[in-house]
């Protein structure tokens, strides 16, 4: 992987690469680099093969387990190519956080969870352990945004989940 990268999007997705990244996120970000940071694609090579042929072969693929990801790399801003990091599930991206990935802000696009507890948007429905993944990254200083594509507005989910009391 890259020495350093310029990390444009932080982002949970369980969908992971998929039609809103490619169409949208990634030519309105200019990015060139897409990083799965996800331990179940990481060991299973056919789905790592599906994800590196739906990128268009101009954007670099690194597909990376959670805890090699935050430990092995370093994150500037500004330097580098233009990264969208993708993670499955809420724990994983606070599971890197705590592991030293460090981000400003999480986006939010699709959590789909049989075990929902607060159900924020039809493409958004939390666990208690994604309420309390997002506390944790919340009360660390990360702002995080409910969002699907970059030309809606960013909505505040932490002030949902608490307006919802949960």
Same mark, same amino acid.
Request: contains cysteine.
């Given at each position: ?6 990390? =444009?999007?932080? !982002?949970?997705?369980? @969908? ?11 030519? *309105? ?12 694609? =990481?060991?299973? *090579?056919? @789905? ?18 959670? =805890? ?6 370093? *994150? /500037?801003?500004?330097? %580098? ?7 499955? $599930?809420?724990? =994983?991206?606070? $599971?890197? +956080? !705590? ?12 959590? +789909? ?7 924020? $948007? ?9 309420? !309390?993944?997002?506390? %944790? ?10 969002? @699907?594509?970059? /030309? ?5 989910? *932490? ?8």
């Amino acid at each position: 992987m890259q020495d350093s990268l310029d990390i =444009a999007l932080v !982002r949970v997705d369980n @969908r992971l690469v998929h039609g809103q990244i490619l169409e949208a996120w990634v030519p *309105f970000l200019k990015a060139s680099c897409i990083v799965v940071v996800d331990d179940q694609v =990481a060991s299973d *090579f056919f @789905r790592e093969t599906v994800i590196r042929m739906a990128v268009p072969s101009e954007v670099q693929v690194v597909i990376s387990g959670v =805890a090699e990801f935050a430990e092995n790399n370093i *994150f /500037r801003q500004g330097s %580098g190519p233009s990264t969208i990091v993708l993670f499955s $599930t809420v724990s =994983a991206a606070w $599971t890197a +956080y !705590r592991l030293g990935f460090r981000f400003d802000k999480l986006n939010i696009g699709n959590i +789909y969870n049989e075990e929902c507890r607060l159900c924020c $948007t039809p493409s958004v429905l939390l666990s208690d352990g994604d309420i !309390r993944d997002i506390t %944790g990254l919340r009360n660390a200083g990360v702002q995080i945004e409910l969002r @699907r594509v970059p /030309r809606e507005k960013p909505i505040d989910l *932490f002030e949902i989940v608490r307006n919802m009391g949960a």
